[in-house]
């Protein structure tokens, strides 16, 4: 998976806790992002991150919030998890020649109860 | 209307067949398109990256993309049952910051 760890790889957890997920590579690639998968909508960019402490809003940042203190870990933050937030987060990495090539993690199984 | 549409099967073959999987897309500024195979319960696999329009010949594997036309394919050539699996296809602009998936089409090689 490229250098590309997440944890956890699997969570439960009930409706209105903070969630982190974490996303780390070894790969010091520049651009990190992080997905979610649902049936009927494939991937969907939440938020993305083109350097330290600079990220920006994707498709559905709405209840997500990020973070990126170091090159190689990018969070990501549910404040106040909700059932619709159940899904498959999967982080991705790019390569910082221009426009890049994508790899991506081995994803996380979040389900909110 | 979503920017990629992609048929999402599922598409069953028997082993040794031609596949052809496309995807078709609405924003004429997309510049770079992608094909990812994603295995059951794991992240998604870069198979083919391309740069506009033309082909580009990997093994068995064969991208097109036709920008006139907005349309993007995927040729396997020889199928195996280990290429059974989910096919995304993706793309974005020149900025490359932001890409965009299609939904996948689940493929199954028979053997």
């Known amino acids: 998976d490229a250098g590309i760890t997440q944890s956890p790889r699997h969570k439960v957890t009930e409706t209105g806790t903070p969630v982190t997920l974490r996303c780390h590579q070894t790969?010091?690639?520049?651009?990190m992002y992080w997905y979610r998968q649902d049936p009927g909508h494939g991937l969907r960019l939440i938020h993305y991150?083109?350097?330290?402490?600079?990220?920006d809003k994707g498709e559905v940042s709405d209840g997500y919030s990020v973070s990126r203190s170091k090159t190689e870990d990018f969070l990501l933050t549910l404040e106040s998890a909700t059932s619709s937030q159940t899904s498959v987060y999967f982080c991705?990495?790019?390569?910082?020649?221009?426009?890049?090539?994508?790899?991506f993690g081995p994803g996380t199984r979040l389900t909110v109860l | 209307q979503k920017e990629v549409e992609q048929d999402p099967g599922p598409l069953s073959v028997p082993e040794g067949a031609i596949v052809s999987l496309n995807c078709t897309y609405s924003n004429s500024a997309f510049q770079y398109f992608m094909w990812y195979r994603q295995y059951s319960r794991k992240g998604p696999e870069l198979l083919m990256y391309t740069y506009s329009s033309g082909n580009k010949e990997d093994g068995r594997f064969t991208a097109q993309v036709d920008k006139s036309s907005k349309y993007i394919s995927l040729f396997i050539r020889d199928s195996q049952p280990s290429d059974s699996a989910t096919y995304l296809c993706a793309m974005s602009e020149s900025d490359g910051n932001q890409f965009y998936f299609g939904t996948g089409t689940s493929l199954t090689v028979i053997p």
């Open positions: 790969e010091n690639h520049r651009y």
């Open positions: 991150s083109y350097g330290v402490k600079d990220t």
């Open positions: 991705a990495i790019s390569d910082s020649n221009g426009p890049g090539r994508q790899f």
